[in-house]
């Protein structure tokens, strides 16, 4: 049995509001009742993921699309009965928050903290800086190095003060480490350079930047393949090492877990063991598993994996995942990039790939979903 972490919300009166308001929160109007809702709301109960999560000691997180989450009824059930943990899939990041120079907009991932507050579910926080799906009026504007360094400071502190009390944990900083183990040279590297300082410098900076504003989010660096050993884990390692060692207030690691069949699985238990053992918290926070799908005549694509060998492993590390985390003591939050197959990130971004989620085209459960349900209940 593993101990069990404190939850902010209290879990029995967390599933009571699930059952009696589930969209409450949301200020669209309810839709139509779904002929499959109560297949879903009969499942609130000790079986669900976020009940045998809550007895095993962990949070079990998924990311949202808050469209989806406001029009769809079926969708926005699994979010409220199946979740513990929300993050939002888009709406936290800088071009949505920030789409012009000091405009913000808050309204949609209010809207999901609000629906995460009804439903007793924590809320990641994601991302203050990537360089990814970032404004155009920053990446296209002509501005200098000192600018660029006090935009990022603005946007750091606004966001991370706006969102103060209602964030478990904060994404601070997403993807700063190349794949061949160098630092990325993101557009604050290249300012700081200019400026005279080591590149790396802003992830420092946007770390004290956001403790400030928000001084009880815990706060994460979090980074993808970080879960194989290899020279991106090794510089995330002592990067993080040497941020410590200076008093940068970084509290955790996030390990995004987008893995693919293709590749073998990583060494994901040890690199979990090792960043934890510098006494940070680690999490697994965008954890999907695709594979190669089969092909159309026509050239589209299924969402049916093309081969049952790969369908296997690809159930099976969903449950080794899980198995990692669980099996150290410090990763306390497992989060699944997407409700289902039928909206996952990944066919848009890996072609001819997909299936990576634990629902399927229709939004019913899939064997990966049982596999979860079975680490949980070995677990607690
Ligand atoms: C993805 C979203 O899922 C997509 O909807 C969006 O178009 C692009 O970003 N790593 C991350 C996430 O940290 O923010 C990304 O999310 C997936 C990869």
Redesign the pocket.
């Known amino acids: 049995m593993r101990t069990t972490r404190p939850l902010l919300v209290g879990a029995a009166l967390a599933l009571a509001s699930v059952a009696l308001a589930p969209s409450a929160a949301l200020a669209a109007p309810a839709p139509p009742a779904d002929p499959n809702a109560s297949e879903h709301s009969a499942a609130i109960g000790e079986n669900t993921l976020r009940a045998l999560a809550e007895a095993a000691g962990i949070e079990i997180g998924v990311?949202v699309?808050t469209d989806l989450l406001a029009s769809d009824v079926k969708y926005r059930n699994i979010v409220n009965t199946q979740y513990s943990s929300v993050t939002a899939?888009?709406v936290m990041?800088w071009e949505a928050l920030n789409p012009q120079p000091g405009v913000y907009d808050w309204e949609a991932a209010e809207a999901l903290i609000a629906n995460a507050e009804a439903n007793g579910q924590v809320v990641r926080g994601?991302?203050l800086v990537?360089h990814?799906?970032l404004p155009a009026w920053l990446t296209t504007g002509d501005y200098s190095a000192e600018e660029l360094r006090a935009t990022l400071e603005e946007h750091v502190k606004t966001v991370a003060a706006h969102f103060a009390g209602d964030i478990q944990q904060w994404?601070v900083v997403?993807?700063v480490i190349d794949d061949n183990g160098t630092f990325r040279e993101t557009i604050w590297y290249q300012a700081y350079e200019e400026l005279g300082l080591p590149g790396e410098q802003y992830v420092a900076d946007v770390f004290r930047w956001a403790k400030e504003a928000d001084p009880e989010a815990v706060l994460f660096y979090?980074d993808?393949n970080l879960e194989f050993t290899g020279p991106k884990s090794n510089l995330a390692y002592t990067f993080v090492q040497d941020m410590l060692a200076d008093g940068v207030p970084i509290e955790g690691v996030g390990f995004?877990g987008?893995l693919d069949t293709q590749y073998g699985y990583p060494d994901l238990r040890n690199n979990l063991e090792r960043f934890a053992a510098l006494g940070l918290e680690v999490a697994m926070?965008?954890v999907d598993v695709r594979t190669f799908v089969t092909q159309k005549p026509n050239g589209t694509y299924t969402n049916t994996p093309a081969d049952p060998a790969e369908e296997a492993q690809q159930i099976d590390w969903w449950a080794q995942t899980l198995e990692d985390c669980l099996a150290v003591e410090a990763c306390n939050s497992y989060t699944v990039?997407?409700v289902s197959d039928a909206h996952?990130?990944i066919p848009?971004?890996f072609t001819g790939q997909g299936a990576g989620l634990l629902y399927d085209m229709h939004d019913n459960p899939k064997a990966q979903y049982e596999a979860l349900r079975e680490v949980l209940r070995d677990a607690s």
């Open positions: 990311a699309n899939e888009n990041k994601h991302t990537w990814n799906q994404d997403n993807e979090n993808y995004q987008h926070t965008e990039w997407g996952s990130w848009g971004w």
